[in-house]
Every structure is written in C-alpha cells, then in structure tokens.
C-alpha cells in the first residue's frame, strides 16, 4: 500500500509539471507541447493502471473478508459438532441418540426437517427419529423403501453422502422425485447410517423452504456426524443390551431363589409327611396331614385324597383340606362312569386337565390326578395296585410344573406307604388276636385233648386191675367189655387228629370209585339204631332207589355222613327227631348248574347265630353244649369240613326254628 501511495504521489507530480509544461507550451513552440502530451498520456495511463489495481485490491480484500466468515462459522459449526457429539455419547438408550441426533443436525446445518430411517424386514425403513421445523409436516411412523436409497445414489457398504439441491436434478429418477414432492422436500443430503458394516438406515437432512446449494463442508460435516452416531448408537444398544442382560440376570437369580425356596419348602414338607409315616400308624391322621401340607405349600384351592373300594368299583373321598372351594369329604364315585379318568389312575398314571365344562360347584379348575400306588415291588405281603388317588384343584389358568407333579406323586408314594403300614399293622393286629385265640385254643384242647387221652387210659387201667381180682366169668367179660370200648375210644382220637394233620398238609389219599347212595346210607344207620332206641330218639332215612351213582371217595364219604349223624345224635335230646335224606339235583346252584348230589343231616336242636360261623373251627365247641357229658375234642366238624374239600364237595350249616340242618353237595362225576 505504501508503494501505491508513492506511484499516486509520483503521478500527480508528473501531472502537475505535465500542466505547468503545456501552459508553458502554449507562448512557445509546438514541440515541448507535444512532449508534454506525451507526459500527460502516461501519467493518465498510470493513473488508470492505479485505479486497477485498487479496484483488484478492494476485491481481494472483500474475498479475504467473505473467507474469514466462513472460516470463522465453520469453526463455530466445528464446535457445536464436537459439544453435540459430547452431548450425544451420554445418551444411554439408542432412541435417546437417534433423538438428540436429528435435533443436533438440525440445528448444526440449519436444516427444515430431519429424519432418521431404521431398516426393517424386506428393505423397508421407518421413521423412528425426526427434527421438523413447526411449518412442516412430521413424518414419524412412516415408511420408504432404503433400497430406492441405495439404487439411486450410492452402494451397499459405501458411507458417501449425496447432495439434492434442487428436485430438477433428481427427475431421471422419478420414484426418488416422487418420494421427496410427498415429503414437501425442495433439497436434500442423504446418508448411510452402518453399524459394524451393516446398513442400519439413512439419515436425511431436508430443506422444505427453497433449495439450497449444499457446500461440500456441509456434506463433509454430516458425514462426519453421522458417523458419530453410528459410534454412540452403537454404544447404546451395547449399554442396553447390557443392561437387559444384568436384568434377565437379577430375573434368573430371584426366579432360581424362589425355586430354591420353594425347593426347601417342599422338601421341608416332605420330611414332615415323612416323618409322621415314620412315626405313627394312624392312617387318618397321616393322610390327612399330607392333603392340607400340599394345599397350603402349592397355595391349592383345595385337595383331597380318595380310597377305592374295586369290588364295588367306587372311589371315595375320605381325607379333605378345602381352602376356596366347596368340600368333597365324603363324595362317592363310581369308576365306570368316568372310564377315561380312573383307566389312567389304575394304570399308576398322573395327570392334569382343566375341564372344558364348568363344575357347577368348583367352577372352572385346573385338576392334577395322582394315584395312590403300591408296586409289586414294595406291597410287602400287600396286592399291588392302585390304592386311592390325589386330586389338587387350582385356578383355570394354572398349569402344574414337572417339578410340582414330581412332589406329588412323592407325597402319593408316602400315602401309600402309610396305607400301606396300617394294613399291615391291622393284618398284624388281627394275626396277634388269631394267634391269641389259637393258643388259647391250643391250651384248651390241650385240655380237652389230655382229659380224653386220660379218661380213657384210666379206664384201661382200671378195668385191668378189676380183671385180676375178678372171680367170675360174668364180671371179667364186663371189664373186658370196658377194656375194649375205652381202647377204641383212644384209637378214634388219635386217628382224628392224624387224619386232621395230614389233611391240612394235603397228603390224604383219594380213591375215586362209583358209589351208591342208597345202599351207602342204608348200611350207615343200622350201627346208630340200638343207641337211638336207646336215647327215645326218632331217625328218619328218605333215599330214592333210582338216585344215579356219584363218583367219589367211599370211606371219606361214609366218614363224613357217619361224623354228621354221630353229632346229630349226641346233641339231639332224649325224644328228639333226626333226618336224613339224599336226593339229585341236575342243575346245581352250588356247581354252577352242574349235577349235584345232595346229602341233608336234620336234627332237633339249634345253634346259637353268634356260634354258628365258628363250629367247623379246629377245637372250636359250643358253649351250651358240655364236654364231660358228650365227650369230643372239637375236631369232628373241622375234620368234616376239610374232608368235604378232599371230594371237591360243598358243606353248608343253618339252624332255624329249633332244626340244625347241614348240608353236603357233591359233584355227580369227579375227575381224578
């Protein structure tokens, strides 16, 4: 500028002295004229040349002026990039980002709208993040293919941003300039948004107003920013993928403590249930401890347990805790109205279902059915099968876990343990008093047995020692007598109680010959006619002739009629009536509608109805009746009843209206 000055000085000397030589020139000769235009054209010239070079200066400096703007809103547009990308890798959830992001690039180009697209199934991106200016229409939840994006201005993988200044550059594109008229877009930069390679979406900066010229700072410093957020954005889902994984975490640690919980539970529970089958065999109260120990750990409605009755083919619920449902206590089921239900049950199978039509007492219910079940492995002198059942009612929209199922039927396996123990405490019980009453039995035939073993010993001694001091012939033929009735009376005990022993150890012979029974009983009665002549006692034979021949053991069979018409006249009063009678019956009740004989002893006398169950027992004899005056050991009737078996025979008793009638039915043919 100085040099500038110093021509311009220069200059206007030269033209000074320029108009100083004309007007010298003027009074003098022509020729210093013309050397003084001369001088005056160059200064004119230099002048000019000046006034250029000025004008070039006044130029240069506006430029200088216009780039130190620039430069100076770059750097202020530099700042605010590097706060707002400070300000966004704060942000801790991916739409806090994308959020903040768009208002961020809003404000840092000074743009209309801002839209952010997330790729979604089949190349399709919707909105999901929008700065918008409030003249303009938001485009939040809307969609746009990405892939019209990507054919139109750049390729897959490569992060370039591209710049719309105006729609008339994007008219060979018609669906691209179809999509920006829609949105009210006059210019626009677009730019990839990748996550480790990945096409995420497009980020699209709009201008609505005008188009715009983008300047390539502009393109450069929303590439920059977008691949910030790609990095924040990536930040934040590994922060919220993080943080989702220490909550599943804190979900799977409190969901596995409750199970562990509810494992204590249980198994506390089940040492509860476990120890009262150990230490009592009170059915009732174990059972019932075990319905109310599940309803109150599994939190049930209600539960119940139910014993079968097969015979009769019912199920009845006889233990009950019933928490907001009605109570069952006591409910009869037959199992052939539910075939469905108790085939399972009886099968060992456990089973829930919710019923399709509402119970009109429960309602809707979610059911779990557990049998009560003793294998074959652990009855223990028990029949295995299914004992009873576990019913456990909840709400309709419980399902019961394996792992409940499995307590369950561990319960159920205490539950049968328990039955199970009590049977057999009663089936002990019951031996003990069988025991008892077989060793009181035992002393008393023992009794019996030894006083009929010693009467007649006593009488043989006896009658010997009266042998030696007797002097007549008459009175040794008397003990003689006695001698050999006692002797036979001793053999016949023995021989009963042997024939008794082998009988109950099924070694007694059979021999199978055609028999008939008329001839039989005929020959039977005439022994018993001078001792009933003897007692004023009346014995009545009804036999046909014609009756067929019956196939069986003819000694068992006469021993077995000879033992029936001896008591018959033992318990039979003086003047009392006895029967016997034989007939043939074709269609038999006794041997499912086979031919039978049929054999019937009838005396006058009656057997008490407590009494009369009992009198086949071995050693067993009636209370009324006296064992000095009618001898016996009570083994007659057992001896008859297990002799009646040995032929495959049936024998019945009753006693009614002053009669006891026994009755014998055998078969008419018997196969060896």
């Known amino acids: 500028m100085r040099d500038l ?152 993988g490569h992060d370039r941003v591209q710049a719309v200044d105006s729609l008339s550059l994007v008219e060979s594109l018609p669906e691209m300039a179809t999509l920006l008229r829609q949105q009210q877009v006059q210019s626009s930069l677009i730019s990839p948004l990748f996550l480790e390679h990945d096409l995420w979406g497009v980020v699209c900066g709009q201008q609505c107003s005008q188009s715009r010229h983008w300047q390539p700072f502009e393109l450069e410093l929303l590439q920059q920013f977008v691949q910030e957020v790609a990095i924040a954005l990536q930040n934040a889902e590994r922060y919220e993928t993080a943080q989702q994984v220490n909550v599943d975490l804190e979900q799977q640690v409190h969901q596995r403590t409750v199970l562990v919980q509810r494992a204590l539970d249980f198994e506390s529970m089940l040492k509860r249930i476990t120890d009262k089958v150990r230490d009592s065999l009170d059915e009732n109260q174990i059972l019932q401890a075990a319905v109310q120990e599940l309803a109150l750990v599994l939190e049930l409605s209600g539960c119940n347990a139910a014993l079968y009755d097969l015979k009769q083919g019912i199920s009845v619920v006889r233990y009950e805790y019933a928490h907001s449902v009605p109570a069952y206590c006591g409910r009869v089921a037959h199992m052939d109205r539910f075939p469905r239900i108790y085939s399972q049950l009886q099968q060992g199978l456990s089973f829930q279902f919710c019923s399709l039509i509402p119970n009109p007492e429960r309602g809707r219910v979610a059911l779990l059915a557990c049998p009560i079940f003793v294998d074959a492995h652990s009855s223990q002198g ?92 008459e009175k040794q033929q008397k003990y003689l007598a006695i001698l050999e009735r006692e002797s036979t009376r001793e053999a016949e005990l023995i021989n009963d109680l042997l024939d008794l022993q082998r009988l109950e150890a099924a070694s007694f012979p059979v ?97 008490s109805a407590a009494e009369l169950p009992k009198i086949f027992e071995k050693f067993y004899r009636c209370s009324h009746a006296d064992p000095w005056s009618h001898g016996g050991t009570g083994l007659g009737l057992a001896l008859v009843q297990r002799l009646v078996d040995q032929v495959d025979g049936i024998i019945r008793v009753e006693s009614l209206d002053g009669w006891t009638t026994f009755t014998v039915a055998l078969p008419k043919q018997r196969l060896p």
Not at 44 to 50: D, G, K
Not at 53 to 75: M, W, Y
């Open 511 to 607: 021999a199978l010959e055609s028999i008939q029974l008329a001839n039989l009983l005929s020959n039977l009665v005439e022994p018993f006619q001078s001792r009933i002549a003897t007692q004023q006692q009346t014995l009545r034979l009804m036999c046909p002739d014609n009756l067929p021949p019956v196939v069986s053991d003819f000694t068992i069979l006469r021993r077995i009629l000879t033992e029936l018409l001896n008591n018959a006249c033992k318990y039979t009063d003086r003047g009392g009536q006895i029967q016997l009678e034989a007939q043939f019956e074709a269609s038999s009740q006794e041997f499912g509608a086979s031919p039978a004989h049929i054999v019937t002893v009838r005396n006058q006398a009656e057997i």
């Open 5 to 156: 000055d110093q021509r311009i000085k220069a200059a206007q000397a030269q033209l000074d002295d320029v108009s100083r030589s004309i007007g010298n020139s003027i009074t003098s000769e022509p020729e210093p004229l013309a050397i003084a235009l001369t001088d005056l054209i160059t200064a004119l010239t230099e002048l000019q040349a000046i006034k250029t070079e000025l004008h070039q200066k006044d130029k240069a400096l506006e430029l200088s002026h216009q780039a130190i703007a620039q430069g100076q809103q770059q750097l202020e547009q530099i700042h605010l990039l590097n706060a707002s990308v400070r300000q966004m890798r704060q942000a801790v959830r991916p739409q806090a980002v994308l959020d903040y992001a768009a208002m961020a690039i809003q404000k840092l180009l000074q743009l209309d709208r801002v839209v952010v697209y997330h790729l979604i199934a089949d190349g399709t991106g919707v909105v999901v993040a929008e700065a918008v200016q409030p003249a303009w229409d938001s485009m939040v939840g809307s969609t746009s293919s990405i892939a019209l994006f990507q054919d139109s201005f750049w390729l897959h």
């Open 382 to 473: 028990i029949k295995p099968g299914v004992l009873g059942d576990l019913w456990l009612i909840h709400n309709p929209e419980h399902i019961f876990s394996e792992f409940e199922i499995r307590l369950v039927q561990q319960v159920a396996n205490q539950c049968a343990i328990a039955i199970r123990q009590a049977q057999l405490y009663q089936a002990a019980q019951v031996q003990v008093q069988e025991l008892a009453k077989l060793n009181r039995l035992k002393d008393e035939f023992l009794s019996t047995v030894s006083h009929e073993l010693r009467t007649p010993i006593t009488n043989v001694k006896m009658a010997i020692q009266m042998l030696k001091v007797a002097s007549d012939a």
